[in-house]
């Protein structure tokens, strides 16, 4: 089974790709250019996306278990329009965020907006969904500028993981036939996510050869999705078109999954 990365690890790779996200905006022929992924963005509108997002979750984490903050704390510098001012922007706001992460430690209790997920609102859980979503956009970044570089397998392996259990499980009933859905790493691990009356969770599959399959793990899932790990959280992010993926079973159940907006 696929191990969460550690906090050290979490905040050591956020810092990495925050690097790489400032290489490729460095390498841009402009600021206005559209990013393929993001359609309606600029290149710095992503930036600015980015840079905000940090130095709201860095104040998030800093107040505690009962506070909120929805934008950039009142105050804070905008994102400027000169491109160097604008990386050394980025730059800081990336620093903000790992110094109140680092503050926290990984146990401490923190808002979060997927309290009815199977994720913790713990700082923990924070540093491992910020990584995602700063791999996610360095990938966007580096596809505008013509140079896409694959997720490193680490993240992405955890960032399967991540994405089922944060951004999927819910306890607000599926509105549909119960089924599954099963994601399947060429690197050798798979996940099913569950969706019925109860809600959609995520479990671990056995690899082959190692615990015995439960008789739930043997039932055909509705649709299984396979491809590198860093293929399947693009696709689960929607950055890559099906047609990049194998896709086995009823392919119309991803679009229902995908269009599914649960009331909690």
């Known amino acids: 089974m696929p191990k969460t990365l550690e906090f050290r690890d979490l905040l050591r790779l956020i810092d990495e790709r925050s690097t790489a996200f ?70 800081a706001s990336t620093q903000e965020l790992l110094a109140a992460l680092r503050e926290a430690g990984p146990d401490r209790a923190c808002w979060t907006w997927w309290g ?22 360095t990938y966007d970044a580096q596809l505008t500028v013509g140079t896409p570089q694959p997720l490193r397998a680490d993240t992405a392996l955890d960032g399967v993981d991540e994405f089922l259990s944060t951004c999927c499980a819910t306890r607000s ?20 996510l569950t969706v019925d009356g109860d809600g959609a969770r995520s479990t671990r599959l056995p ?6 399959a439960t008789p739930e793990d043997l039932e055909a899932a509705g649709a299984a999705v396979r ?6 959280v693009l696709f689960l992010y929607g950055r ?8 086995d079973g009823d392919a119309g159940l991803l ?10």
Request: charged fraction near 20%; hydrophobic fraction near 40%.
């Open 22 to 91: 400032r290489a490729a905006v460095a390498a841009a022929p402009s600021l206005d250019v559209r990013v393929p992924t993001c359609p309606e963005w600029t290149l710095f509108d992503l930036v600015r996306h980015l840079g905000e997002g940090r130095r709201s979750w860095a104040a998030t984490v800093a107040a505690g278990p009962a506070a909120e903050v929805k934008s950039a704390p009142e105050g804070a510098p905008a994102a400027p329009r000169e491109r160097e001012a604008l990386l050394a922007w980025s730059a």
């Open 173 to 192: 009933p599926w509105p549909h036939k119960p089924t599954a859905f099963d994601f399947h790493a060429t690197e050798g691990h798979s996940w099913r």
């Open 240 to 247: 890559i078109p099906a047609d990049t993926v194998r896709i």
């Open 255 to 264: 679009d229902l999954l995908r269009v599914w907006e649960p009331e909690e």
């Open 207 to 212: 690899a082959p050869g190692t615990t015995p």
């Open 227 to 232: 491809g590198t790990a860093g293929e399947l």
């Open 116 to 137: 009815a997920s199977q994720s913790p609102q713990t700082c923990g859980a924070v540093a491992r969904h910020q990584l995602q979503e700063i791999a996610v956009h």
